[in-house]
């Protein structure tokens, strides 16, 4: 390890340490909200079957390439099928974006700023909820970030190796590899004539064919073999693909805003929007915020499409990378073109407290939350044991008590335990017990009513703002 370095492992230690503290601390907790599906559910399929087929089960085939669901069966053959060893599986993408973040960041922040920049862009509530998780959007975040630099430090066989990477983790992958050569156009495209102009493009475009290739090959033969692509009639989420009408692209456009300023974010937001209204001159003068803009508006727009057209694609998750770039772009202002020294500490700690108080954001229980992408979430999992083992003290059968998603999943799934007890889907008709949880969104505002009308609580368990509570049917 050659000096410099060794100077930028000391300076992101600091960094290094509290992600491994933070994986090492939820380390038991079992499979969460969409990893039950992408991480667990796909990784128990080539686990179980040695990696003998490509293709997933109709019943699990999310339609994208299941890489990451690879990598985690992988890593259970080599090291053993435990939660603590799924966990630790993503430290080496962890450590992948803060490095290659920092790396980002230094390109437009001079030093002695780029560690608070950096504290302020790892702080994102949803950056932090998706380390606790066994999530393929953090090997996504990563491979972005790759990507990025290597656009910006022209460096090709990185930038392949990259964009081959976001192929791999899904079709948001896809669309941010599409997002990225836009941006390398734009970056390192010299306009001289239409002749040069063309070649530079068709040799750039060469940079992005591994990536496409191995997506085309996967698309056709999917295609071949299960005649569909992404999904199917009977999928259960196929309609998260239904395109939306007039006002279904009025209301995704309102929860888009929602998602961009909520859990803490409104602070980075309303910050940055009065510093780049005060200096609008800098959309002229300055070279390295045009650069910044362009990723952010490139990203913001090629994601927001998807986010926009379809009824429901549109989790916290979903337009990570747009959070994480808007955090450079106000670091950038507050850093490099405030004069005042004082008003740099007060802006920075009014928005770092503010974005790490959306991990302790709760709404009602009416009102979904996206539960994977704040640290609020952490109690559940000690919560639901505590219920669990009064069921059974009790003999009240898993399988006679209703739930709901994620919950409703077998054991082995979740737990990685070899039990296929599962909790049923909730049917307050026909069920003496439900297992209810306000993490829980799939229980109807009338499902609620029917709750506290005709169940009483048996057992309640609650802590920082999370409750599981287990009610069984009053007698008619």
Known sequence: MNTKTQITFIKLLPFYI????????????????????LASRHAHFFYENNFSDLLLPDTIDSG???????????????????????????????????????????????EPYVFWALALFLADATLLAQSTLVSPDIALIFFFLTALNSILKNRKIILTIAVLGLFLTGMRGTMLAFSILIIDITQNITIKNKLA??????????????????????????????????????????????????????????IFIWRLIDFGRVFLWITGIILLFKFRNLFKTSYRLK?????????LIVLSISFLSYKSLTAHRYILSVYLIFSVIVSYIIFEKLHSKKLKIILFSLILTGMLSGNFWIYPKHIAQGWDSSLAYLPYF?????????????????????SAFPNSTE???????????????????????????????????????????????LKEYKSRGISIILYKKRPD
């Open 18 to 37: 509290f992600f491994t503290g933070l994986v090492f601390l939820t380390s038991g907790n079992i499979f969460f909200w969409d990893t039950v599906q």
């Open 64 to 110: 994208h390439i299941p890489a990451f669901g690879m990598y985690i069966a992988l890593i259970w053959k080599l090291f053993g099928k435990t939660l603590f060893i799924s966990h630790i599986a993503m430290l080496p993408f962890i450590y992948g974006i803060i490095f290659q973040a920092y790396r980002f960041i230094k390109n437009f922040i001079s």
């Open 197 to 254: 102009v063309f070649k530079e493009l068709l040799h750039r475009v060469l940079i992005y064919l591994p990536g496409f290739a191995v997506f085309l090959f996967y698309s056709l033969y999917h295609l071949k073999v299960k005649h569909w692509i992404a999904y199917h009639e009977e999928s259960p989420w196929a309609q998260n693909f239904e395109l939306t009408d007039f006002n279904g692209f009025f209301k995704n456009f309102g």
């Open 291 to 299: 650069q910044l803009l362009i990723v952010f508006v490139t990203t």
């Open 382 to 402: 000690k919560l639901r044991k505590q219920a669990i083992q009064y069921m059974n003290d009790n003999k009240i059968p898993v399988s006679e008590t209703g």
């Open 411 to 457: 054991f082995k799934y979740l737990d990685l335990s070899n039990s296929k007890i599962k909790f049923p889907e909730k049917n307050l008709q026909f069920q003496d017990y439900i297992f209810y949880s306000n993490i829980y969104n799939d229980f109807t505002d009338n499902e609620l009513h029917q709750l506290s009308k005709n169940f009483s609580i």
